[in-house]
Structure formats: structure tokens, C-alpha cells
């Protein structure tokens, strides 16, 4: 009996071994250390540089071929293998420990954060600083943190609630994306209201299929501060952005522009031109107020009314024509909109019926924008 446990039992232990081995290669954190570092195995430092994606962060910028439009000039992206550790300013003297440290701890995030072209880069490419970097590059030096965990501030942290300022926050994303669309960021609508690339930026989840987003889409990550304006979109008349064609950011740069309120280009018309590029004109016979900004006419995020129209015709033609000098007396006081008795040629679309072109005519004899 003795002799027999004796000799079963280093048996027994090296099968539960084997067994644990196996769970422990089928257990997603080892899966996701594994295919991280297989991936640098049998490949030189340049092979890796070589496959990372560009940096240029804006190349394909469509502003760059539009000859109307101001070009960005772009910085790239610091690439993955200069990728340094950020200091931390509320752990000034902390150094860092290495990605394998923290994901002793945070199995959980290193599961979900392995995918990620940043924490998969960082650990493939870290040249300057070893891949060990992976976590630190973004977190800052983490011995303090590591010793005591729950002290405030000892990490840098991406949330509101944490101890780090939006500022250490921004200015971590921005050691490596300063430049190109960010250019303005500092200065920026958003920047002073305190948000936190973060806010619309999660790199730790795989939320959206592009762009690294906290929400799965570009207009969701708007909404969840912007709801009045993404409501305003769902009204009778609006762009086709509920329908997923457009996005908030044809029109805005959230990360900061130089032109009010965080247009893309330098006017509201200049915007909507890049679309609607038939409305540049040039027209023999321009109408004034579509020269002078579209708005004047127009709701861009909505409206109740037909083609996004700021007010019904003909009340929104006679905001600034009155009923004099109109042939045939057709507008007379009463004739009008909001007189006594309408006359059916100027109520509805009546003024459109004869003015047909209303945004300008090239007709050598439409100077009443008729033809
Ligand atoms: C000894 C275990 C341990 C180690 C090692 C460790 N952490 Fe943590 N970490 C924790 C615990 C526990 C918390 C939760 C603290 C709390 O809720 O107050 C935490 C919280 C965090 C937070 C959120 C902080 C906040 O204020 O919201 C971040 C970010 C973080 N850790 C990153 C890291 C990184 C990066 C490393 C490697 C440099 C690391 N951790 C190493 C245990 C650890
Ligand atoms: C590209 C920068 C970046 C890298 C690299 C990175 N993180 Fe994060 N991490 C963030 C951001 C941003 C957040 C905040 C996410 C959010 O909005 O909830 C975060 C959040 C966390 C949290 C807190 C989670 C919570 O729910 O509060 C922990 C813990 C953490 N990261 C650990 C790690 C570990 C471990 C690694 C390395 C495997 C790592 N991070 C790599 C940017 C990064
Ligand atoms: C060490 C440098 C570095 C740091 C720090 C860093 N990134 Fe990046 N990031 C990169 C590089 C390199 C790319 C890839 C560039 C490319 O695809 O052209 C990238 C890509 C991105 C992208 C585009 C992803 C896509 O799918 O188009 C976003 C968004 C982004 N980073 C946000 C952040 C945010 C937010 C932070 C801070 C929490 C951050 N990054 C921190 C280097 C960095
Ligand atoms: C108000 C929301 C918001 C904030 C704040 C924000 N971003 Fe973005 N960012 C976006 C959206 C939306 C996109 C996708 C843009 C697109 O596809 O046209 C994007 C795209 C990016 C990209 C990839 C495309 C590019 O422009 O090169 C990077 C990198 C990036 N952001 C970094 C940052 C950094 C760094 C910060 C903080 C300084 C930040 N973002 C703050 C919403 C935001
Ligand atoms: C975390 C909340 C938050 C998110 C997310 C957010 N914003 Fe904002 N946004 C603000 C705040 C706060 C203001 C300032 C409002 C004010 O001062 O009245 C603002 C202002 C603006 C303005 C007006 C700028 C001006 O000069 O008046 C525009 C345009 C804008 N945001 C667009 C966007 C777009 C596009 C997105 C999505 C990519 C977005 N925002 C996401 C909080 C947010
Ligand atoms: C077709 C272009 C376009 C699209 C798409 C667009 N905007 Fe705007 N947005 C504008 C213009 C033009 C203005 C200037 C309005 C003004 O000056 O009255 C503006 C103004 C704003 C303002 C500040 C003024 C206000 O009305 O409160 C905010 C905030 C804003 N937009 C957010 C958004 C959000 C969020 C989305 C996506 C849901 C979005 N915009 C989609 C063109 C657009
Ligand atoms: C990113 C492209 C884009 C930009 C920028 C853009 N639009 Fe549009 N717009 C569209 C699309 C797409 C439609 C839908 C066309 C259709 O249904 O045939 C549309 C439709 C319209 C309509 C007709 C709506 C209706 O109910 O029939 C008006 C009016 C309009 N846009 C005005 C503007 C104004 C004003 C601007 C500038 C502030 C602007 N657009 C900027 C893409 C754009
Ligand atoms: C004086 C008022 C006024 C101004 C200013 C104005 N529009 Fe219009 N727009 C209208 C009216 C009225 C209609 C409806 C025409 C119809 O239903 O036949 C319309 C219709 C449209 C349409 C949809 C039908 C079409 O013709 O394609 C688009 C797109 C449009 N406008 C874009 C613009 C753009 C871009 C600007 C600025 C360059 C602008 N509008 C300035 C009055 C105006
Ligand atoms: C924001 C003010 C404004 C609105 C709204 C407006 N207009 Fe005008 N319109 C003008 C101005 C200013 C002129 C140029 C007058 C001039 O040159 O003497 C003009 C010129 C005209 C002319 C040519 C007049 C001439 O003497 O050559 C016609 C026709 C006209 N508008 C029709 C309309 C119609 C129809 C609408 C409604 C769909 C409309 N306008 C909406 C301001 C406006
Ligand atoms: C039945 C066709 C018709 C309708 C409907 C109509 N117009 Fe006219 N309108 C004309 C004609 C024709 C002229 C040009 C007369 C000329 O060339 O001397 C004109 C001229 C004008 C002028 C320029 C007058 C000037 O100062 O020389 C304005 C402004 C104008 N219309 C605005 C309007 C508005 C606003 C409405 C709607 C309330 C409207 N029209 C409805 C046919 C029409």
C-alpha cells in the first residue's frame, strides 16, 4: 500500500501538472502573451519597423488634394520603436517595472487590451525602450504603483475620476500625436471645457472598428455629450447622418480647429462646398445671402420644415424682401403670407415656383434667378 502511493503519487502529480500546463495554454492570458511575442520571435528589429502601419498620420488627408481648402501640414505620429515611458507627475520618482509586472495584476486588461494596435506595437517595436514598455508608454512609471496600489496618483489613469489631470492625460496621447489634425487641440473648445482625449478615445477596448473610439461609432461618441444636436437630426429633413452616410466629423475636427465653431475648413460655406460643390457657383447672378453663408437659409443639423429650410417659404423669403416693386402687384400687403388674403401664387413653395434658382443663375436673363 505504502510502496504503491510512493510510487503513484510523482506519476499523479506529473499528470495534474500536464493538465494545468494545458489549461494554462488554452487560458486566454497565456493565448494573448503568446501570439504577442510570437509575432516578434523570428523576425529582426527592421522586418517589425517595417510592417508597422505608417505614422503619417494625415497623409490621406482629403484637404490636401482640394485646392480650395487650407492644407494640413502633418507631424507624424512618434513611431512605435522611439515609444517613450512619459513621466508621471504625481509619482515623480517612480521608475518603471515592465508590462510583465503589471499584467501580473491586470490579467483582465492585458486580455483586452492585447489586440490593440498600440499594446501590440509597443510590445513588437519598443527598439528604445524594450517591449517591456507596452503598458508604461502610456501609463507612465509604475513602481510606485506597483508597491501600493490603491494610493491615489501613483499611475497615470485615463478617467475623470482618477487623480491625473486632463492635462497629464492629453499631454501622454499628445507626446505622440501632436501635430496633424490635433494641431489645435491646445486652445481648442474642448481642451478648455477639460476633456480628455479620452472621452472620445478608448485604446484599451476594441469598441469601434477604426479610430480606437469609446463608443462603436463616431456619432455615438458625439451624442453622449452632444444629445440635443444628434436629435436635432433625426427631424423631418436632415443629412443622411441617422442613416450612418455622414459623420460629425465631415464637417467638425473634435480635436480643435481655427475657425468657430470647430469647422474643418475656414467658412460654413467653404464646408458645405466640399459636398455640395454645385453651390460654389461661379454664378453670372449670385443671390447675396447664399454668397454670404448658407446658414441664412438653412439648419444644418435639422429641421421641421422642407430642405432643411431655417423657416417655410414664403415667410423665409420675406424676412428680407417686402411686397414692394414685385411685378403685377403680386406681393401687395395683403397678397402676402401673413396678410389677409393670401394669394396662392406666393403662399407654399409659391416664391420657388417662379424663382427657381434660388442659389444663383448662369441664364444670361435669369437675373431674377428665374432660370
Ligand atoms: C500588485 C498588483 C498591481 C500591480 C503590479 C499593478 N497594479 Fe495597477 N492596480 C492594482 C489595483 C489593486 C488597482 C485598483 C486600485 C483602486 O481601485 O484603488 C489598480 C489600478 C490601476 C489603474 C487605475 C488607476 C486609477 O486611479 O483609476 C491603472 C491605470 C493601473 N492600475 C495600471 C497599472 C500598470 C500600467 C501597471 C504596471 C506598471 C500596474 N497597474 C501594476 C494592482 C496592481
Ligand atoms: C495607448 C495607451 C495605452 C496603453 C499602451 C495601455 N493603456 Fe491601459 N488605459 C489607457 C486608457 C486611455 C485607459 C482608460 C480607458 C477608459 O476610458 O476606461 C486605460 C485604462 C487602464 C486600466 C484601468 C481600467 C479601468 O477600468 O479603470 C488599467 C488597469 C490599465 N489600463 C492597464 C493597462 C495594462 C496592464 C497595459 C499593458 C498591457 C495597458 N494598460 C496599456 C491607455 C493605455
Ligand atoms: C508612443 C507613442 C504613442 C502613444 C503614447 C499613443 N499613441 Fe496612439 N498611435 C501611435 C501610433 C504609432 C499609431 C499608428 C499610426 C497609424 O496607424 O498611422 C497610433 C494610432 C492611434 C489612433 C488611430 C487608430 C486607428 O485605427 O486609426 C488613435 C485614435 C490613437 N492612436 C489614440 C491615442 C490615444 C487616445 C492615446 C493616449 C491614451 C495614444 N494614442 C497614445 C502612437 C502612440
Ligand atoms: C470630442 C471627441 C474627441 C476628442 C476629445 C479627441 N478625439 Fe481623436 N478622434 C475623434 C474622432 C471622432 C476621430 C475619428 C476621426 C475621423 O475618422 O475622421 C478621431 C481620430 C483620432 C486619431 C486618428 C485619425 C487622425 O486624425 O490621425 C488620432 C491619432 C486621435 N484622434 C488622437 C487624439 C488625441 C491624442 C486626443 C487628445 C489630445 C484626441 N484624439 C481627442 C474624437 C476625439
Ligand atoms: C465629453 C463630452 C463631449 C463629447 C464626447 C463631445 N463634446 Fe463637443 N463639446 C463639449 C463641450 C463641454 C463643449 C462646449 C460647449 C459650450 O461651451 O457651450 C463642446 C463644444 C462643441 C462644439 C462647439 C464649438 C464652439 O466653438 O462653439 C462643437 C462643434 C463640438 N463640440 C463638436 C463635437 C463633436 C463633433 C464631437 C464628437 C466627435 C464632440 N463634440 C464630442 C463636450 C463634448
Ligand atoms: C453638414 C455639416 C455638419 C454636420 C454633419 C454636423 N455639423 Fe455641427 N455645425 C455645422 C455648422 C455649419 C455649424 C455652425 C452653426 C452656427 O454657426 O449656427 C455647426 C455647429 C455646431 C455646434 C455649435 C453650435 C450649436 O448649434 O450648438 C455643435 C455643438 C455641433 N455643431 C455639433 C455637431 C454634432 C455633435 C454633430 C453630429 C451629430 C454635428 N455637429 C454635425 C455643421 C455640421
Ligand atoms: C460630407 C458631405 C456633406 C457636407 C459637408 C454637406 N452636405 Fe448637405 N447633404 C449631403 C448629402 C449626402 C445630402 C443628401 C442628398 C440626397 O438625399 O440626395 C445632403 C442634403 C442637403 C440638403 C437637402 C436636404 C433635403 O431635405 O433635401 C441641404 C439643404 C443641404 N444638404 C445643405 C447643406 C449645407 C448648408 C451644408 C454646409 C453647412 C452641407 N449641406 C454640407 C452631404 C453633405
Ligand atoms: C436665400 C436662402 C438660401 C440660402 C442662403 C441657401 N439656400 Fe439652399 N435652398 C434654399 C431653398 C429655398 C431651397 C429649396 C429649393 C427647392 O425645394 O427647390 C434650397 C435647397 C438646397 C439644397 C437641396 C436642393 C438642391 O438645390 O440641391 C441644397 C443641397 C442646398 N440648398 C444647399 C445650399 C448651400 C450649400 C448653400 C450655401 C452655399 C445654400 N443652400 C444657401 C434657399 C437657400
Ligand atoms: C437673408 C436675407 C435674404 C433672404 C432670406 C432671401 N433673400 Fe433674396 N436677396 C437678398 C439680397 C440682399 C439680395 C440682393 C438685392 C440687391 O442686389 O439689390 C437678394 C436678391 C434677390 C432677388 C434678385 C433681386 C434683384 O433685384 O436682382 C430675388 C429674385 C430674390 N432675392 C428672391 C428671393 C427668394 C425667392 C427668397 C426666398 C427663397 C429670398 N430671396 C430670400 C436677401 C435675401
Ligand atoms: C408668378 C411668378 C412669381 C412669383 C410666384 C414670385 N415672383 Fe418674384 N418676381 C417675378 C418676376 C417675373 C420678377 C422680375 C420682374 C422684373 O424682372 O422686372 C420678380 C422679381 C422679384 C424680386 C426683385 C424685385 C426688384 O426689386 O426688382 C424679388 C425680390 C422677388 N421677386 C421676390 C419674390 C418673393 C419673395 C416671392 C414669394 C413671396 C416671389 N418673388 C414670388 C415673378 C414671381
Known sequence: MRAKSI????????????????????SPVMWAQQTASSSSSGLSQSDIARMLPATDMGANDARNRDPHLRPVSDNPATPFDAAAVPKSPLAPNADAVGAKTCIACHALENVQASHSLHVASFRAGAAHTGPQAACESCHGPGSDHAKNPTAPGSIIAFTHDAKTSA??????????????????????????????CTDCHNPMARQSPEGVLAKPSINEVCASCHQDIRAKFNRRSHMPLPEGQMACTDCHNPHGTITKPLLKTDTVNETCYTCHAEKRGPFLFEHAPVRQNCLNCHDVHGSNQQTLLVAPIPMLCQQCHTMTRHPNDLQTTNGLGTGLAPDERIMGRGCLTCHTNIHGSNNPSGPKFHK
Open 7 to 26: 510510487w503513484l503519487s510523482p506519476l499523479s502529480s506529473a499528470v495534474l501538472l500536464l493538465v494545468a500546463l494545458c489549461l494554462a495554454c488554452w
Open 167 to 196: 492635462q497629464t492625460q492629453t499631454a501622454v496621447c499628445l507626446g505622440c500625436h501632436a501635430g496633424g489634425a490635433r494641431q489645435h487641440w491646445l486652445g481648442s473648445v474642448h481642451e478648455n471645457r477639460g476633456l480628455s
